[in-house]
């Protein structure tokens, strides 16, 4: 029920829950009656809640609706879904939602696991004999009331408070006074982006419905990073180009690219894990074989490979997942999911879901492989990333650190005019942390993006992979062999351009 997406994409997600239906108070709640009054002849058949994720979900004829449920508060929540096709023998049911969907698989009668086209891992839902109280009245939308569901839907789930320093209680007690019966919405406005601001979390943001059109209001970022705007994306393609030895194959109206490097060396550019179609979830599947099958299939199989995710903010873990698929001749834990699991215990989460990368059946390349990261990497990017750290051989990271964001997203209903997008999970290292806020550093850090080397159309993360490639193809780097520890800080600094280049890359 949440997708992945950066704070920049979050509008997108919005706009899927509203092309769906936000249900109206009433009708929800009729549907949920009637859900838990149901025959149950489908062992779905009833309501719902989340371990975690503050949801319960209805389910009734076919249909399948939610709500966004806190300690004080329940609101109809923004994913409605009807049911595609027969359960499978073991009662798993597909509910089509805009062109994904989601399945529920009942484990027993009072227990069932949810899971996600587009995500990986899974989540825990137990049965209620009825919903919530206060899911059965609409919910006041009064500017007090709006302003108490947004602070308590990060109250009850946002993992990174006290790594961000951040006292949300005294927050709240600072905000709150400030609104009145008479604050408007603008006004409101103001005060929740000024809540939102000093967390400098990608995956938060606020998005406001205006004359029935979603405006995405605020989008948080991680201080110092950089904004890819629509000519540093195409500077920086420019740029990349420059060292291949042939134009760039593109696929996926330009989001994904599969070129060659001198030496024999294949480079991969992945700049979303979303939108690669306009169609169902297996479409995107195929089009990312294609550019995978362009880059490492065919008689030219490269020597080493160049894997480009600095311009890509975000889209589908499991997308992510099956590039990495392509990239090892051996399953691995990629990392461990935990969500927030309890509204008052903010050290508490659920019980750790490993995701496994399991060997493609398609193509497959086991070289030596080189990973280019920026500030711009975010979300899905940096599972990807994450992934690959996992990988043996060992994967040489180059560039920058990522945005530092790599939970799903949840997208809370506050009222007819706002809706709020926040993080609630933990993406866990082998050693238990994570790399949540600062990011996954490289190992080799260089120039990425700068004025100085989009002007001059130079790409040093690039040229350094090259070489560090090249070297190693014949020999001269030690350590590739092994996995990294997805806790190691052993990064170098390099001079990129200022002397790691060859005579060749200078004359690009």
Known sequence: MTRRNTGRAAAAAVALATAVGLAAPGAAAAEGAA????????????????????????????????????????????????????????????????????????????????????????????????????????????????????????????????????????????????????????????????????????????????????????????????TPTKELIARARQASEAQLTGPEQLFAGGRLGAGRLPGGLGYLRVSSFNDLTDGDFQSQVDELDRVLDAALAGPRRPTGLVVDVRLNGGGSDALALHVAARLTDRPYVAYRKVARNDPADPTKFTRPDPVTVRPSAGARFNGPVALLTSSISASAAETFTQAMMGRSPRVLRVGENTQGVFSDILVKTLSPDFLVVLPNEKYLRRDGGTFDGPGIPPNVHTSVFTPDELAALRDSALSTARRMLTEDARGGRDGQDGQDGQGDQDTQDTQGDQGDQSAEDQQR
Not at 143 to 169: M, Q, S, T
Not at 202 to 224: I, K, M, S, Y
Request: hydrophobic residues 35%; aromatic residues 8%.
């Open 35 to 226: 859900a838990a009054a149901g025959g149950r002849a489908n062992p779905l058949e009833g309501i719902w809640r989340t371990e975690g994720y503050g949801m319960v979900i209805a389910v009734s004829g076919g249909r399948l609706t939610t709500y966004d449920v806190t300690a004080h508060s329940c609101v109809p929540g923004w994913i409605t879904g009807t049911q595609s096709g027969a359960p499978g023998p073991d009662g798993t049911t597909r509910y089509a939602v805009e062109n994904l969907g989601l399945t529920l698989t009942p484990k027993g009668r009072d227990r069932a696991v949810e899971r996600e086209e587009g995500g990986v891992g899974s989540k825990t839902v137990t049965r209620l004999n009825a919903l919530p109280p206060s899911c059965a009245q609409p919910a006041p939308n009064d500017p007090l009331a709006v302003f108490d569901r947004f602070w308590e839907n990060f109250e009850e789930h946002y993992p990174f408070f006290a790594a961000k320093g951040i006292d949300w209680h005294a927050v709240r007690d600072e905000k709150r006074p400030t609104i009145t019966p008479t604050t408007t919405a603008d006004q409101l406005q103001t005060v929740l982006v000024d809540m939102l601001r000093p967390l400098g979390d990608a995956h938060t943001g606020l998005v406001r419905v205006v004359d029935g059109r979603l405006e995405d209001v605020f989008e948080g970022q991680r201080p110092g990073s950089t």
